[in-house]
């Protein structure tokens, strides 16, 4: 069986390809484009589909709009690759960031913890897009059991107010526990903070959390949760994914230290939020095998305080816990949903994208140092 998954998300496109469970290809388009984060059209890592079949059993496409899937789609035709069967989700963006730790893992059975910016979205009794998920909890085993627990739902003050019918109707939605509030969570303020701090949103994150190193605990920074909670301090966050330098004026000009020392708090907000969702994660599934993905998964200092602080679970981060973990999270959970495979295939490596010609790289690695003059004793 050839399975070919294509995610975009609007950043950190990836394609794989799968004979059975052996991974044939998981490929960034940012590794192709040279772009970063790139998800642009056209695609340039199609053409390597070409590379490995000819023939797909089942072309399973994800966080794509139609105009995306139409020019996937006529692509394959062009190049007279032949689709037996089509599968296409628009709606379980978190699902899949549990599929990719949990096949990764190479464990039989576990906890899923998804903590992301914004995932999935889901519309009110009137169809209005309301609220945005942010956290996801599942219990997963094999062979493509996932089994939700608990979901943070987000939703903008501007757009609805929170009364009886709004809640009523979520509850009723989902019938396993979720908290909906107006509370920005941890991923959209660590990315709403890294933009102040003068870094992208998209994949700046990594700075702030290095520039956490340099800070030391400053009263003159605001709170970055309410007291006592893992709830973001709203009269901080603005619900645009901006600070309010009115009410804080502080955080207006910022030098260095100040940046840092901004960065340190965040930082420290972030692990106490990662504490507390393993703590509830163990509570509420009973289980030591716990596998973390989503945005905020990249973060390795959090990721060192679960290890710290939980030193008898199992803990397996995804190696590629952003929105590039989407292709292989959808085939793989679509492969073991077709064969009932029950398996486990645990990623071993990640050289998982196309051959390099060390002869042609060498030859170009000459050609600019002879430009250039540099004196560099080849081997």
Not at 65 to 88: M, W
Not at 245 to 256: E, S
Not at 294 to 317: E, H, M, W
Request: aromatic share 12%; hydrophobic share 35%; charged share 20%.
């Amino acid at each position: 069986m050839i399975i070919v998954s294509i995610s975009i998300q609007n950043h950190n496109a990836s394609i794989c390809i799968l004979e059975n469970e052996k991974i044939l290809l998981l490929l960034q388009e940012e590794r192709v484009s040279r772009i970063k984060n790139d998800s642009s059209l056209p695609f340039k890592m199609l053409n390597y589909i070409s590379m490995y079949t000819k023939y797909i059993d089942y072309l399973c496409l994800a966080n794509i709009s139609e105009g995306e899937k139409n020019l996937i789609y006529e692509f394959l035709d062009s190049n007279q690759i032949k689709v037996h069967n089509n599968i296409i989700d628009y709606d379980n963006h978190h699902l899949y960031h549990a599929s990719s730790a949990f096949y990764g893992s190479g464990y039989e059975e576990s906890a899923c913890l998804v903590i992301d910016g914004w995932g999935s979205s889901f519309n009110d009794i009137e169809n209005k897009l309301v609220s945005v998920e942010t956290t996801s909890l599942y219990y997963a085993n094999y062979p493509n059991n996932f089994n939700p627990i608990y979901k943070n739902l987000w939703y903008s003050p501007d757009v609805n107010k929170a009364n009886q019918d709004f809640i009523d109707y979520f509850e009723e939605l989902f019938n396993y526990d979720v908290d909906l509030n107006s509370h920005l969570d941890i991923g959209v303020m660590y990315g709403t903070i890294t933009e102040h701090l003068g870094y992208s949103c998209v994949g700046g994150q990594g700075k702030t959390m290095g520039l956490f190193s340099y800070g030391i605990p400053n009263k003159e920074i605001p709170n970055i949760l309410c007291e006592n909670s893992i709830l973001a301090n709203m009269n901080l966050f603005r619900a645009n994914r901006s600070l309010n330098t009115k009410l804080f004026p502080y955080l207006k000009d910022m030098d260095f230290q100040k940046k840092a020392d901004l960065a340190y708090a965040l930082q420290k907000a972030l692990e106490k939020v990662f504490l507390e969702r393993i703590d509830y994660t163990i509570e509420k599934t009973k289980c030591c095998n716990i596998v973390f993905s989503g945005g905020c998964a990249l973060n390795v200092v959090g990721n060192s305080q679960i290890r710290k602080n939980f030193p008898k679970i199992k803990f397996y981060v995804d190696p590629i816990a952003n929105d590039a973990s989407q292709s292989f999270g959808v085939a793989k959970f679509n492969y073991h949903k077709l064969t009932n495979n029950i398996n486990p295939s645990k990623l071993d490596n990640m050289y998982l994208g196309a051959d390099y010609d060390i002869a042609k790289n060498k030859n170009a690695i000459k050609k600019i140092v002879n430009q250039y003059n540099m004196n560099i004793t080849y081997q």
